[in-house]
């Protein structure tokens, strides 16, 4: 069975500090692993996906990601916070290709200037 | 880029009826889409998967008679909640994908049963 755990619901940083956002997956099979965000009342938006290729997974907006198979881990960075980064970040597992995704419980990220 | 568009938006309605949410591939065939429900401050759930011109195959515990999806084209899947209650009342996402494409999501449809 797949699952995903993301440690800490609630992330608060202060405008220009690095980001960290962890994320720690179960899988029986290669994963394929993904960091979506949401901003209120919107859908998901992909960041980043790590399909077996390079472990350190560059994204959209500035963050990148590294796989880390003898940690089981996926955490996502940004070396410095936007305001604009403030939302609801969530990390899923899709087991092989098959689309389905499961998702973590999600991370709430406050920026403050 | 992929747009998935869903509709309506927000929908308020009385116990009893049922209600239909549309999502849409505007600028790629959708092979697959997916419905998902999610809780206030909480994550998304799969609730089902279809695949154009065939069945959905639903995840355990969502009762397929009660969240009816019909996905007739490569652009189109809906979402009928039929004999809608207040436990329905859920932030309903779409997302949808061509062939092993990463998934494309709409914007959701807040669905409040009064």
């Known amino acids: 069975a797949q699952s995903v755990t993301q440690l800490g619901s609630h992330v608060s940083v202060s405008e220009g500090a690095l980001v960290l956002l962890r994320c720690n997956y179960s899988?029986?099979?290669?994963?394929?692993l993904f960091w979506y965000v949401q901003y209120p009342n919107q859908g998901l938006q992909l960041l980043l996906k790590y399909t077996s290729a390079a472990t350190l997974v560059k994204g959209i907006n500035g963050f990148e990601a590294e796989f880390k198979k003898s940690e089981t881990s996926f955490h996502l960075t940004k070396p410095s916070a936007h305001m604009s980064d403030a939302a609801e970040y969530f990390c899923?597992?899709?087991?092989?290709?098959?689309?389905?995704?499961?998702f973590g419980q999600g991370t709430t990220l406050q920026v403050k200037p | 880029g992929a747009v998935v568009s869903q509709h309506p938006s927000w929908v308020i309605c009385k116990s009893g009826t049922s209600v239909k949410i549309e999502c849409r591939s505007l600028?790629?065939?959708?092979?697959?889409m997916f419905w998902y429900r999610q809780f206030p401050k909480q994550s998304l759930m799969l609730m089902a998967t279809?695949?154009?011109?065939?069945?959905?195959?639903?995840e355990q515990g969502v009762e397929k008679d009660k969240f009816l999806i019909n996905h007739a084209s490569l652009t189109l899947s809906t979402l009928t909640v039929t004999s809608a209650h207040p436990e329905d009342s859920s932030f309903y996402i779409c997302?949808?994908?061509?062939?092993?494409?990463?998934?494309?999501f709409g914007d959701g449809t807040r669905l409040s049963i009064l």
């Open positions: 997302s949808a994908r061509y062939g092993n494409q990463p998934q494309h």
């Open positions: 600028d790629f065939q959708a092979t697959t």
């Open positions: 279809s695949n154009e011109g065939s069945k959905a195959t639903y």
């Open positions: 899923a597992v899709s087991p092989g290709n098959t689309g389905k995704l499961i």
């Open positions: 899988s029986s099979v290669p994963p394929y």
